[in-house]
């Protein structure tokens, strides 16, 4: 993916996040997560329904990473099972912290493949797989 491809999806989320909004739902599992040394906060909510994800919201102060990083996770997660997210996240873990990894399997979040540049970005980065990991690992009696 090129430079002017990757920075055009970034700031198109950042500018345009999708579901960026919470709601009244008992029914979504919503989790807290932030980033300590900047001003990143971001609230999710999450309805899974048979080991299905499917809706994702949030809400939050955030930077241009951690807000387009949230975006396009959401886009990527939601219809998908609990199994297929955990491979995802695998995967752009890995891409995140320079392992080797499966590019087609992470679509537009391959826009970061080169954050590992700037070591201070990682946690932006991450900051909604954190989250969403956190609602896997805490609810895994559900699936």
């Not at 906060?41 to 387009?68: R, W």
Request: proline letters at 2%; a neutral charge; glycine letters at 2%.
């Amino acid at each position: 993916m090129n430079v002017d491809l990757k920075r055009a999806i970034i700031i198109d989320n950042y500018q345009n996040p999708y579901h960026k909004g919470l709601i009244k739902d008992k029914t979504y599992i919503k989790v807290n997560t932030n980033n300590e040394s900047c001003i990143d906060n971001i609230d999710l909510m999450v309805k899974i329904k048979d080991k299905k994800i499917e809706d994702i919201v949030f809400d939050g102060e955030a930077c241009a990473i951690s807000t387009s990083a949230t975006s396009i996770m959401i886009k990527t997660f939601i219809g998908k099972n609990i199994e297929e997210i955990k491979k995802i996240i695998n995967h752009y873990e890995k891409m995140i912290n320079e392992e080797i990894y499966e590019a087609d399997k992470l679509g537009e979040l391959n826009v970061y493949e080169d954050i590992y540049k700037q070591p201070n970005r990682k946690k932006c980065a991450l900051l909604p797989i954190i989250a969403i990991k956190k609602i896997i690992d805490n609810n895994s009696e559900k699936w």
